[in-house]
């Protein structure tokens, strides 16, 4: 685990935090199976142990989880997660907040396109230069007698 010493510190308590925590951490492991089938069955030892922890807010947890389980268990099949829809969801929002309202639809709409539409507003300098200056020519006199 990537907390080793903190969890073995708690695990010397014996305190309900840290048998919340461990199963917490369990649950990690569920996105590790690339089978649904063995999702599934990894979860349903989770579960069992989550439902007898004697931990009500784990308890909740766990049911939820369950009634969701489909939904989860897919990861297993596409392993694509929602992410980046839940992403850009998050900075509409923030560009809403940030107004604190809008005159109407379009400019509402032209602010999300202005924040999340990934546009480059810093212009590049081209790769060729398109002007090419030529030093200027000097002259040369040559005098003969």
Known sequence: MWRQEEFDSL?????????????????????????EAHMRA???GWYFWATH????PIKKA?????VHLD????????RITNAMGE????KIEKVKRLACGFRNRAH?????YFHCGGLDLFPRSPAAPTLRFRPALTQHVVYTH
């Open 11 to 35: 695990r010397a308590k014996d305190l309900r935090v840290c048998r919340a925590w461990v199963i917490k951490e369990n649950l990690r492991h569920l996105w590790d199976y690339h089978y």
């Open 42 to 44: 990894y979860f349903k």
């Open 53 to 56: 922890s004697r931990l009500a």
């Open 62 to 66: 766990a049911k939820t989880l369950k």
């Open 71 to 78: 939904n989860i268990v897919t990861y297993a099949r596409h």
């Open 87 to 90: 992403s850009i969801n998050a």
């Open 108 to 112: 509402y709409r032209t602010a999300i």
